[in-house]
Every structure is written in structure tokens, then in C-alpha cells.
């Protein structure tokens, strides 16, 4: 297990450094610049200057990059050029809320996947089943932000049972963070659960076909424990890559839901930053993404592993 | 930044009509203020820095204008009345002696005077960063005549500088904060204000708290609020359900589709805050097709801007005829917008050699308000046989091809100014290199005239000239205006006393709850 997972984290140093001078390139092409957006309103074109010259912006795209990476091996990733935070501070102030609600996004997905993807496989070909899939239609077809208004106007506006905006810390608050979490975490936690129930009644329909359930169920085995010991393991497998591609997505992409919440999350800062040109701190945020979906990727095949002992490496 | 649509939009708003003005919280004279509470605050973004020196985002103001005071601010009409200097005067037209009020503390306990005054100025001329230079550049020297006398000498006559004086440029902040806190005033400003609420906390991404100063020079009238919470909140239906709901009690601006539902909400409070922005496009003078001036005059009379304002902004808006707002003192009634007239449209398309039309591109913000205006402007243009292609950008996209004059026609949004020459000297002026002049205008007479605007001090001569300048503008066509817009703030019903000022800016010295 420890060359494992010593031989992948020295694989992804590659797909880092990709990552970092692809986004770093793109940045430096795409029109705008960060004084300029910064200081919109000034003609002042030697205090632009001044600026561009102390924020080292005016030296090659090379050297800049070359710049960066220096920082970054010493442990530094800069300073915001807007707000002159550290990158450092502002990025791990956003995780934490992208992190929980990623995590509780799950939770609810799994809470809602489970139960209807066992109903619809065991129920094949029934009501039960279509009803399910139903569900599971819905839930992919439905556009994030629709359901985050929705749900916003049933539960926030009219049932008023749970805070519409904003982010209070569940570790530091507790309960009343848990519930400024809940609304998002169910909007991103359907669609989620819609493709976690697809997948898992399929794979669990495979399971269900092979010969090891007609041998168990010959034995006299009661269908629960048949289900328990045998299908549902056997099925987990596609449902743990899903999982952990989704991870990563929902740390880094809930820029819609983080948006429409008033979430001060990883999506929206990534967004914000663009659109600032604030090269430093998009550098930044693109990195721990990158790093978020390795290290997801790495947890999807360990616990490959746990499930399945053919898997282990050698 | 702010030139973004939001920002701008927020900024301003014409109330413009008397009526408008008339659905506003019940003036506090109706029942004795309460002294207590806080007033939880949603804006659509959060501050980007406490520095008034270094900032450049307008939500900032928004919550300056109740921590920091300016040497002089606006009444409701836009003149200026006394801040932290008593009186001023102008010996001549390159001086201007403020006579600053004694007894003023900043929230740290040290006390404001001249020195102080002198100390501010000197680090927007000087420091690095500061983003204020511009806006101090008439300012040669600064030099303090007793303890609370300063006299500002002035490179040139600068008929303006004292409507700039009202924000940013003009707010004193405690020179032992800055200079015993340096970098870290961006985040933290304890103690650095003088005015009717001092800062606590800034939790960022959560929330600004600022407290009461019991020790407010003015007696008269508030701060009554015990606190103000400001909140970000991105979604603008989300942040008006949230008013809704009673999360929170103020919003900064309700969306024109919005409005109408607002309005007819029991639980809300609606008031058109007037403005003194505006929508407009920059038309490139150095580029086809708008190097020819008949062509910029078949587009002006293609477009129908009445139209665009009652269908595109709902009517929470005005047409314009110009760059000066119906709120400002300079504002001329007597010059209408330019009228839709499709029979001058193809006489001009002929005049230039076009007389089939021609093709266009538009280049504007992905928003959708700035889409749908610019949709409904094809659609006229179409009329006129002008074919009008559409490039969306973002809005860093787009001051990169303004500033480096690569467009034929440009969305330009501008938050504007309290004094005229805010909206004007700098767009129209004849500049070399990069400017705001995006259009490349260079007028003889048209830059003799806004010399001399700056020059003359009295009002009702200024008036004039500006008159003059709109309508050579409205002429040559170096931007084709549409709208004024208005800025509706929402309130929950328990918010009293609140007086709309036309920058936008709520200052909540006077509010209260019930």
C-alpha cells in the first residue's frame, strides 16, 4: 500500500506541472489585464505603470512563470494582485465550506441513491423500477440553479424552515451551520444521486445476473443477505469511480449552487478571479483543484483495492 | 472596476421623477427615532479593501461613507455642504482654503486637524499603490495655514476638485492607523475613521461589522443603529428573497424585472434612489465605419432609445440626451434625446456612401441586460438596413479593447460623477495614448470648451458651457447615450429615516429600526 501510494503521488508531479503552465499560458493570452480591470476608472497610465513594474507583470510570460514556480518550491504561492492577500490565506479560508459541502453533498447523494437504485434492481422491470428511474432521469435533466430556486422558494421562502444565503461554519456552530449547509448540499446531493442510482442499478443488475447469486440463492440463503454479501459489493465498483471523479467536481465546480447560496467556496473565487485577471490567485486555486482531483483519484483506487482484493497491485 | 455593469448600476439610478422620490421610508420627523439594533445589510459583492486611498471598487464607498468622512459632502441635490471642513473658500482660481472642524476625534482618540489633512493628501500624491493620484493630480501642494486651517494650491484652475473632494479623495483617515498598521489598514480599519459608526470586524466572505461611535461630533439627529452587518450575496433573486424572508433588512439594488414585484410586496419598502450614470456606446472616430461622421448620425437616428429604456429597463430608467444625469445641476431639459427618425437614418446612410447600410460590430458584456439592449438596438438598426453583429466579452475583455481601440462600437457604462466634469473632461477631451477617450474625439472647440468649464467656477455659467458641450456631442457623436438608469433599494418596512443621496451611497447616520 505505501509504494502505492508513494509511486502515484510521484506520477502526478508531471500532471501538475502541466497543469500549472497550461492554465498559467492560457491566462496570459486570454485579453484583459489585472491593472486595468483593477483600476478601471484611472487615466493615470505611469501609475498603471508603476504598478505593472512593482507586481513584476511586465517581464516575459517565461519569466513570470519561472518566477512563480521559484515561489512555489519554496512554499509560497504569491499574492493576490487585487486585495494583496496571500494566496495561501485566501484559498484555505475557501475550502472549508467547499470541502463540507462536498461531503455533505455525498452523504445525501448516497441517503438517496442506495435505497431507490436497491428498490429499482430488485424490483426489476416494475413499478417500483420506473418510479426510480424516473427519479433518476429527473434528477440529470434538472439544471442545478432551477432546482437551487426552488428549493430555495419551498423550504426558505415559503415553508421557512431553513436559512436561503449565506455560510456559517458547522465546526465552529454547529447545528446552525449544518443548516446553512443543507439546501445546497441537497441541490448538488439530486444530481448527484441521480447518477450514483443509474450506475449502481445497472452494475447491481449485472451482479444480480451472475451465477454466484443463483448458486447462493440455491443454498437457501434469505435474498437480503444474497444482496448484502454478494451482489452489493460485487456492484460497488463503477459507483466508487463515479464517486470519485464527482469529488473533485463538487470541490472545484459548484460555482452555480456556491453562487446562488452565497457560499464563499472554491468555485466562486476561481470564477471571481478570472474575471479579475487575478493571475496569481487563479495559479492558486487551480493547483489545489488539481491536487483535490489526484488525490481523489488516489482514494478511488485504494479503496478499489479494499473492495475487490484482485485489484491490489502488486 | 468600477465600470462593470453591476457596479454602475448600483451606483446609480434616476429617480428623476418627483414621483419616485415619494415611496421612501416615512422621513423620520413622522415618529421619534429608537436609539438600538442592527441593520443587516445584503450587497450584491463584498468590499475589496478598507483603504479608501487604495480603493477602486465601488462597494467599498458603500460602507467608507459610514466609517470615514470626506472634507465636504452632498445633499440630496447634489450641492455640497459642510463634512470635516466647516466652510471653504477660493481666494482665487488656483486656491482653495478649507477651514476644518475642531473638536473632531478619530474612533483610535486621536484628533483630527490640519496636519492630518495635509498627512492624507500627501499619500494619495505618493504612495505606490494609490489609486487616488488621478483624482488629486490639480493638488500641487498642500499646506497647513494654522491648526485646522489647510490651503490647497492647484496646478490649474480645477472648477471640479471639490465635488471630487466629496468621496474617497476627501475622507481623512487617522494618520497613526496608517502608519502604524501599513498594509494591514486593507483589512482592518479600527480606529482610522472619524464618522457616525466605527469598524469591528471584517470576516471575510461572511461579513462587516461596524459599531456606533457614541462619541460622534454631531449631536443632531443619529447614529441611532446599534450595528450594521453587510453580507455579499451574489444571486439578485436570492438577495431580494432573503429581504423577503426578513434575513435581512436593506438591499442595495433590486433589478428592473424586479421592481414592479417588489413594489406591490406589503413587506417591502421600495425606494428609487436617483443616479448619476449612464449606459452608452463608444463609437470609434479612428476606424470604419464610424470615422465617418454621416454614419455615426444614420446609427443615432436608427436607434430608438425611448424604446430601449421602456422595454429593455422596464422604465426604471430615463432616456438620455447626453452624458449629464436629469439629477445633476447642469442637467438642461431643453435638449431632448436624439429622436428615432428613419427618413434622416437612410439620408445620412446616402451622405455616407452607404447607402444600402452597413455592417457593425457591437462589442458589450455578457449580461443579460446589456444582451437584451443590445438585441433590441439590432432589431432597430435592422430597420434602417444597418446589420449589427454582437460581440459578447467579459468585462476585463472589455476595457482591454477599449483602451486599445479595437472595436467599432464599444458598451461603455460609467457610474458617474457628482460634479459634470466627472462624466465629461475625461471622455472627450483631445488625450494622446491611453484614456477613457476611447472614441478618439479630438475637437478644437469642443476641447476649448471643457478647458473653460474647469475654469469658471460659477454654476450657473458652467450650466451653459455644458449645455454647449452636449450639444456638440449630440452632434459628432463620439458616444451614442440610452439610458439613465434608476437605483431601486429595497427595505424591510422597520427601516426608518433613510435619505436617498443620487451617488448611490447609504449612509445610515440617520436610520433607525422600528
Known sequence: ?314 | MEISRRDFVKSSAVAATAAAVGVRPEPATAQTPKKGGTLRVGFYVEAATMDPHLSGSKVDRQVYHNVYEPLVTLDTKLGIKPGLAESWSQPDAKTLVFKLRRGVKFHDGTEFNAEAAKFNFERMKTEPKSVRKGEVANVESVEVVDSHTIRLNLKRPDAALLATLTDRAGMIISPKVIQERGAELQRNAKGAGTGPFEFVEWVKDAHLIIKRNDNYWNKQGGPYLERVRYRPIPDDVVKLQSLQTGEIDVIDYVQPRDVAAAKSDKNLVVVDVPSLAAFAYQLNHHRPPFNVKALREALAYSVDVEQVVKSVWLNVGVPANGPIPPTSWAYDKSVPPIKRDLAKAKAKLAEGGQPNGFTVTMTTNNIPINIQEAEVIQAQLREAGITLKIKLVDSATLLSDGNSRNFEMISYQWSGRPDPDGNIYQFFKTTPGTSLNWSGISNPKLDELLDKTREVSNQAERKKLYTEVVKILQDELPMLYTVHPIEPKAFSPRVQGYEPIPDGMMRFKDVWLK
Open chain 1, 1 to 314: 500500500m505505501g509504494r502505492l501510494v508513494a509511486h502515484r503521488l510521484l506520477a502526478t508531479l508531471p500532471v501538475l506541472l502541466l497543469v500549472t503552465a497550461g492554465v498559467f499560458a492560457l491566462l496570459h493570452l486570454t485579453p484583459g489585464d489585472p491593472i486595468d480591470a483593477m483600476m478601471a476608472e484611472s487615466v493615470d497610465a505611469t501609475a498603471k505603470e508603476a504598478l505593472r513594474r512593482e507586481l513584476g507583470l511586465d517581464r516575459s510570460i517565461a519569466v513570470q512563470y519561472a518566477a512563480w514556480m521559484g515561489r512555489l518550491l519554496r512554499g509560497d504561492l504569491g499574492r493576490s494582485i487585487r486585495t494583496g492577500e496571500p494566496v495561501i490565506e485566501n484559498v484555505s479560508r475557501r475550502i472549508r465550506p467547499s470541502l463540507q459541502l462536498a461531503l455533505m453533498a455525498m452523504t445525501v447523494s448516497l441517503l438517496v441513491a442506495f435505497p431507490v437504485a436497491l428498490a429499482s434492481a430488485v424490483r426489476h422491470n416494475t413499478a417500483v423500477d420506473r418510479a426510480g428511474t424516473t427519479f433518476a432521469l429527473f434528477g440529470i435533466c434538472m439544471p442545478n440553479f432551477l432546482l437551487a430556486l426552488l428549493l430555495i422558494f419551498l423550504f426558505g421562502v415559503t415553508l421557512r424552515w431553513l436559512p436561503i444565503s449565506g455560510y456559517v461554519d458547522p465546526l465552529e456552530e454547529g447545528w446552525a451551520g449544518v443548516r446553512s449547509l443543507v439546501l445546497p448540499a441537497v441541490t448538488l446531493g439530486l444530481a448527484l444521486a441521480a447518477v450514483i442510482t443509474r450506475t449502481l442499478r445497472s452494475s447491481l443488475l449485472d451482479a444480480l445476473a451472475e451465477d454466484y447469486v443463483r448458486t447462493a440463492r440455491a443454498k437457501g440463503l434469505s435474498e437480503w443477505i444474497v444482496i448484502r454479501g454478494h451482489v452489493l459489493r460485487n456492484a460497488l465498483i463503477p459507483v466508487v469511480t463515479v464517486l470519485g471523479l464527482q469529488l473533485g467536481t463538487l470541490i472545484g465546480g459548484a460555482v452555480i449552487t456556491e453562487y446562488v447560496f452565497a457560499l464563499p467556496g472554491v468555485g466562486r473565487l476561481v470564477v471571481d478571479a478570472v474575471f479579475a485577471r487575478d493571475y496569481p490567485l487563479v495559479q492558486g486555486v487551480i493547483l489545489l483543484i488539481a491536487v483535490g482531483f489526484l488525490v481523489s483519484n488516489l482514494l478511488v483506487d485504494i479503496v478499489y483495492g479494499w473492495i475487490d482484493p484482485r485489484i491490489r497491485v502488486r
